[in-house]
């Protein structure tokens, strides 16, 4: 290749103009031949995803014609005749596979469901067009609701529900938490969740009830990163979770580009001062350059001091 910047996203060199494929075993972005193969060090050949033209995925795959690793957890797609459930879809792919970058990063296992029934992960991307979507976490499987992937829908519902922030990107990063915390969040460590989240235990549907009629408790900014979060200490933990995932990823990418001095915010040994010393900083510039360019604040929260002890607490989970 011909030494030019290329990014995540990125099919082609937009310079030279070589075929590109991300190798999720060397964490990279490779040259691949006309026929969308990949010859690595050790002499082995990958292939391109069977999804390139479905989804625009570029990610190897062992097996010619075969699904890459963040394909295959996909268990459920729209159909081919479905045409606006596959365009949402792309944009839903796009945003998985970079879920699935990051946790490799920050170093969670990821199982697909099809080699554990009992503790595996997958994904339901489901059209709304046919059918009621309800988007959530159950078991180990991830249901989202393709419509998020319209930015029309998505805005809407987010101006409807007083939310400041709402991405695709956003509701994998939260769905994940509840997977995480599922699988996580055991034994000696129950006890510390329930003394920073609460007891997971107290009934969900009355949660949902209370939440919907009144509204979060008065007060609760000093507590909790969003007003959703108040709702449970399941939907705490995972709106935690997900914001844990936004400044990790964003400080990574910063310092890519030169905006930030720590490359690698997992290896931090107090995530909490990385918050402090780093995140806020970070994201108060980032707000400014977004309202220079007129538009709102591009991370829309305050960190009050609990909630830094529960990105703490994330931070130092188990990765097992």
């Known amino acids: 290749m011909c030494g030019s910047s290329l990014f995540f996203e990125n099919t082609i060199c937009v310079s030279c103009q070589t075929d590109l494929a991300f190798s999720r075993e060397e964490r990279a972005i490779v040259p691949v031949d006309d026929n969308g193969r990949y010859v690595d060090a050790d002499g082995s050949t990958w292939y391109r995803c069977t999804n390139l033209a479905l989804s625009g995925c570029t990610w190897l795959t062992e097996v010619p014609g075969g699904y890459c690793f963040s394909c295959g ?31 490799d990063t ?13 503790n595996g992960l ?18 180990g499987v991830i249901t989202l609701d393709l419509a998020e992937s319209d930015d029309a829908h998505r805005e809407k519902v987010r101006v409807d529900l007083d939310e400041p922030y709402r991405t695709m990107l956003g509701h994998f990063r939260h769905e994940i938490g509840h997977y995480i915390e599922w699988q996580h969040v055991r034994g000696a460590l129950i006890q510390q969740a329930r003394d ?14 209370r939440h919907y009629a009144k509204g979060p408790p008065a007060g609760w900014e000093d507590h909790y990163i969003s007003r959703y979060a108040t709702m449970h200490p399941f939907e705490d933990f995972a709106e935690t979770f997900a914001h844990y995932l936004h400044i990790c990823d964003t400080i990574e990418t910063a310092s890519a580009h030169n905006l930030a001095a720590v490359a ?26 977004n309202r220079s360019m007129g538009k709102g604040a591009l ?5 009050p001091a609990p909630v830094l002890d529960k990105l703490q607490f994330v931070a130092q989970l188990p990765r097992r």
Do not use: C, M
Request: proline share 6%.
């Open 122 to 139: 997958a994904f339901d991307l489901l059209s709304s067009v046919a059918e009621d979507v309800t988007t959530g976490h159950e078991s």
């Open 106 to 118: 920050l170093g969670f296992p990821i199982v697909p469901r099809s080699q554990d029934e009992e």
């Open 73 to 103: 957890l996909t268990r459920t797609r729209p159909s081919d005749e479905d045409l606006g459930g596959l365009r949402e879809f792309k944009i839903a792919e796009e945003a998985k596979r970079r879920l699935v970058v990051e946790l």
């Open 196 to 209: 920073l989240f609460g007891n997971e235990e107290d009934n969900y549907a009355d949660a949902i009830e």
């Open 299 to 303: 991370y829309p929260f305050v960190i």
């Open 264 to 289: 690698e915010p997992q290896e931090s040994a107090s995530f909490r001062d990385l918050v402090i010393e780093v995140w806020i900083p970070l994201s108060i510039a980032l707000n400014q350059i």
